[in-house]
């Protein structure tokens, strides 16, 4: 006669955790006979916990208690039939065991045990929900495939969680069951399904503050009356908190209070304060200590402009800007801003102070990651570039930009990429003291394959013009430093000219063209050895006279960001040199 029995599923999928409070150490085991690294792992898990005996009367009651242990063990597996059998010599003094270090466990799996019938059901109206029926078709179970609980359990985890983010609150278990006929070695499985209605999403409980109401509304990736989706709440929240407007956000289903499978939605916000202030230090071989201040209103008025400021000092360059934001269809993708700022630099053969003031129309791509933006600036330059005698340049240029930016990791990115290409024009037509067109691209990507991490960046650029004495000092291209070519100093690779003393004074380059290469791997929990190559220079003539910078460097994984210090040679057609480099913050 078959007999049959339910399985009990905490006792298969958990571990014994025993905690033994005595003398006894654990036995180090030795086990024949199991291939299987799953189900191996397993069975140390259940016996590695058990003392040695030390007492001959001890010796039957270990081999019940491994017995024990060793099948609920492969149980979970499918091996309804596993026998163990201990092996080993035992030297007896005094009349007390001295067992061998180690343990000889021989142990026979037996037949394992094969789904027989698979009976999964679904009713409600996630009997025709696509995601509910790809999670039924994707799952391990199969009829006539060896009985695994923990594939039997995860499908119950994917079912119920699916429907929960997808608005089946109603959904539960009629049926849940393994029957397991231990005779023949087969098993039936049964799993069937209420799912219940539906739910949608029904008013948003806001508050009574007029100025978010109308922000939220703008946000909102859906509607009333639309089908839940708690991916959908997820995005919400991302947004809100993109906006910079508030401290904490809140979003979630009231589901308690749902009416005919309708699920309001409550929305929590904490306000910034009205005035916020940041202030940052730093230093790198390029620019040497630097200070960063940041002021920002996030709510000027109930429309949502917001109104910013920062200045930024270091011993080559300085500049302050004024930011003012003012939200279009949303205040994240679709939004305009006004700058105005003033810039001076005074490094390496350049010396100008710069005026300007611009409007952006910043737009998204929808279900992209690419942004755009679209701007027209006027600007003004006083500059001293080499031996070229001091001269002002006015220029109206419009121009526009394309972007994207991802990545995973935190501030040590391990994978990611950004891309940027910008392109401008002036016209001597259009208020401009120069015709020009000038264009910028640049792109880095990190992707690392399990603990080997790459990082490869390029950067081009071309000015289009007849006037390059009149091209700004700002507009024009240089080369080299932390960020470009290392191996050489900041800024100091571009054409030039010999002044009176024979000294190279740099004029900047028409055209630019930089490529690198950096492999990292870990050397200790918060430390990266690396290698690198750059490639590239600012030139006269497109990809012409290529510097070349190679050399070693660490980077150290500090809880303010990986800090990097880099040992580079830099050769060029005017000589070699060594340069020590180091910077910190993320990769991109």
Request: include cysteine; hydrophobic fraction near 35%; glycine fraction near 8%.
């Amino acid at each position: 006669m078959v007999t049959a029995r339910p399985c009990v599923q905490t006792f298969f999928l958990l571990p014994f955790l025993i905690i033994i409070l005595n003398t006894a150490q654990a036995a180090a085991f030795e086990i024949e006979g199991v291939k299987n690294e799953k189900v191996l792992k397993n069975i140390k898990l259940h016996i590695e916990s058990l003392p040695i005996p030390t007492m001959p009367l001890q010796l039957v009651q270990y081999q019940d208690d491994v017995q024990e242990r060793v099948q609920s063990a492969t149980q979970v597996f499918g091996y309804y039939h596993a026998t163990v059998s201990i092996e080993g010599s035992i030297n007896t003094e005094n009349g007390t065991l001295s067992p061998r270090k180690n343990w000889l466990l021989k142990i026979d799996l037996g037949p394992i045990t094969l789904i027989r019938e698979l009976s999964i059901e679904v009713i409600g109206q996630a009997a025709q929900d696509k995601k509910i029926q790809d999670s039924i078709k994707s799952s391990n179970l199969k009829e006539g495939k060896p009985l695994e609980h923990l594939d039997y359990e995860d499908l119950k985890k994917q079912l119920q969680s699916i429907a929960l983010s997808r608005g089946y609150f109603d959904f539960k278990f009629e049926k849940s069951k393994i029957e397991v006929f231990e005779t023949l070695n087969v098993a039936d499985i049964t799993l069937h399904v209420d799912s219940g209605e539906r739910y949608k999403f029904a008013s948003l409980r806001l508050g009574k503050d007029d100025r978010t109401i109308a922000l939220i509304q703008g946000l909102l990736p859906f509607k009333t009356g639309d089908y839940y989706e708690a991916r959908k709440l997820g995005l919400l929240n991302q947004k809100l908190k993109q906006t910079q407007y508030f401290r904490h956000v809140v979003v979630r289903p009231l589901v308690s209070e749902a009416k005919q499978a309708a699920v309001p939605i409550e929305v929590i916000l904490t306000h910034k304060p009205r005035d916020n202030f940041d202030v940052g230090i730093g230093v790198s071989s390029d620019v040497g200590p630097r200070f960063t201040g940041k002021w920002k209103r996030p709510w000027v008025n109930k429309n949502g402009h917001s109104i910013g400021a920062e200045v930024f000092v270091s011993s080559p360059e300085q500049f302050v800007s004024l930011d003012y934001k003012v939200p279009l269809e949303d205040a994240i993708q679709n939004f305009l801003s006004f700058q105005g700022g003033f810039q001076a630099q005074n490094e390496n053969d350049t010396s100008s102070q710069k005026w300007s003031i611009s409007a952006t129309r910043h737009w998204t791509i929808e279900h992209s990651d690419w942004q755009r933006s679209a701007f027209i600036r006027v600007e003004q330059e006083t500059f001293t570039q080499g031996l070229e005698p001091k001269q002002t340049t006015q220029l109206l240029t419009p121009g526009f930009t394309l972007s994207r930016l991802r990545s995973r990791g935190g501030l040590d990115i391990n994978w990611g990429d950004k891309q940027t290409l910008t392109t401008e024009f002036s016209s001597g037509s259009l208020f401009s003291d120069i015709d020009m067109f000038r264009v910028t691209a640049a792109s880095k990507w990190v992707r690392s394959i399990e603990q080997h991490r790459f990082l490869w960046r390029a950067e081009i650029g071309g000015i289009i013009t007849d006037e390059f004495a009149k091209v700004p000092s700002s507009l024009r291209f240089f080369t080299g430093g932390d960020q470009s070519i290392r191996g050489f100093d900041y800024k100091t690779l571009s054409p030039f000219e010999i002044d009176s003393d024979g000294e190279k004074e740099l004029i900047g380059g028409q055209y630019l063209a930089v490529a690198s290469v950096e492999y990292s791997y870990p050397v200790s929990e918060n430390w990266r050895a690396a290698a690198f190559v750059d490639a590239g220079n600012a030139t006269e003539k497109p990809f012409n006279d290529l510097a070349v910078g190679i050399g070693l460097g660490a980077i150290w994984n500090s809880p303010i960001g990986p800090i990097r210090f880099y040992l580079a040679k830099g050769k060029s057609d005017y000589g070699s040199t060594r340069f020590f480099h180091f910077s910190m913050g993320p990769s991109l």
